[in-house]
């Protein structure tokens, strides 16, 4: 058979099988068999190299046409397929818009993050507003001012994270309060929420990076019964009505007098545990005085309370690492 033959048969079988094309995905293999760059009508005018060189003209002719003549074919296919288009559309897997969809898994806020903002909250609705403070601080602002004294065991270099003498990660939110009180004329109203660091030993309650949550009430004749009123109410907006809290008597070198405040929990089995909270009390005169508040003047209230301890008791979690391990199958349950 010679080269000529072979492209009429080629032609005659694409003609043929472009005939039984009724749906889009066919002519699109039809088109890759035929007509594409790897396809037989590509080869076939390949082959016609090796041609005698009186047939390549005869030869080259009717292979441009059956290149034409099936493009041709194949454009007019495509448009009836078109037109007809619902054929195709028959034939192909049916989509059903009704069917629920598959959710894609989209991040949220960290659990307590969401604690921080409903915190905010809380305390909005009590008129406090919300101050910030830097994370790597200076001793005037975590203990000198905060009436520490360079002896006091909590300024040890080994409790603390020094970054250089003179500058360290926060031991303490109540850093905001110096930092807001030495900007701010009195009353001042504001809670402090941020992270802080100490070297402790990590356990199930204890983490070396945690948060905290400041507040700070300075104003003219403010009394240790507005502060326990202010966190009674707060810890039962937090933790809901029926939870009890109590005060139990402390040391804070920047507070006198100075408690702790426990609330306690029932649990399912009918038990009660008292957990501790944070500290708090009334805002000592040294610390007035260091920010140049007088405290002849003014009185104030001053709380500290533990972030992580708060969300643990809420929602049951029995280890505070499980906050910090980024496990999704834990995070998504909040
Ligand atoms: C303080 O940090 C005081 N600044 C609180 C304060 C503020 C007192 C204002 C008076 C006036 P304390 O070291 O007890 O206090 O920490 C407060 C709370 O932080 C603790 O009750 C506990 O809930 C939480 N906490 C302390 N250490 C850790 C830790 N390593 N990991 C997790 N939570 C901690």
Request: glycine share 6%; with cysteine; hydrophobic share 40%.
């Amino acid at each position: 058979m010679s080269l000529l033959d072979d492209i009429k048969d080629l032609r005659a079988t694409a003609t043929e099988a472009l005939g039984k094309v009724d749906i889009a995905d066919t002519l699109e293999a039809w088109r890759i068999k035929y007509l594409g760059t790897k396809g037989l009508v590509k080869a076939a005018m390949q082959s016609l190299r090796n041609a005698p060189r009186e047939e390549k003209p005869a030869l080259g002719q009717a292979a441009n046409q059956l290149k034409v003549a099936l493009t041709e074919a194949f454009e007019a296919q495509k448009k009836k397929l078109g037109s007809l288009g619902s054929k195709a559309k028959k034939t192909a897997p049916k989509l059903d818009v009704t069917l629920p969809g598959n959710r894609p898994k989209i991040g949220h806020a960290h659990i307590i993050s969401q604690t921080v903002s409903e915190i905010c909250e809380i305390c909005a609705r009590m008129g406090f507003e919300v101050a910030y403070g830097p994370e790597v601080e200076d001793e005037l602002h975590n203990f000198i001012d905060l009436n520490i004294p360079e002896s006091h065991p909590a300024r040890d270099p080994l409790d603390n994270f020094y970054l250089y003498p003179g500058a360290m990660l926060r031991s303490q939110t109540s850093t905001v309060q110096i930092r807001v009180m030495e900007n701010t004329e009195p009353p001042v109203r504001i809670i402090a929420p941020g992270r802080v660091y100490r070297p402790d030993t990590v356990d199930a309650t204890h983490s070396f990076m945690f948060h905290q949550v400041e507040g700070l009430y300075v104003d003219e004749g403010v009394t240790m019964s507005d502060l326990k009123t202010t966190l009674d109410q707060f810890c039962k907006a937090y933790f809901g009505h029926e939870v009890e809290t109590r005060f139990r008597p402390s040391f804070f070198p920047f507070t006198e007098p100075s408690a702790e405040i426990d609330v306690l929990f029932h649990y399912k089995d009918g038990s009660t545990r008292w957990i501790e909270l944070g500290g708090c009390g009334m805002v000592d005169p040294n610390v007035l005085k260091a920010v140049n508040y007088d405290p002849e003047k003014y009185t104030g209230f001053a709380f500290g309370l533990g972030i992580e301890r708060m969300v643990m008791r809420r929602h049951n979690i029995p280890d505070i690492r499980f906050l910090y391990e980024s496990d999704v199958r834990f995070l998504h349950q909040f």
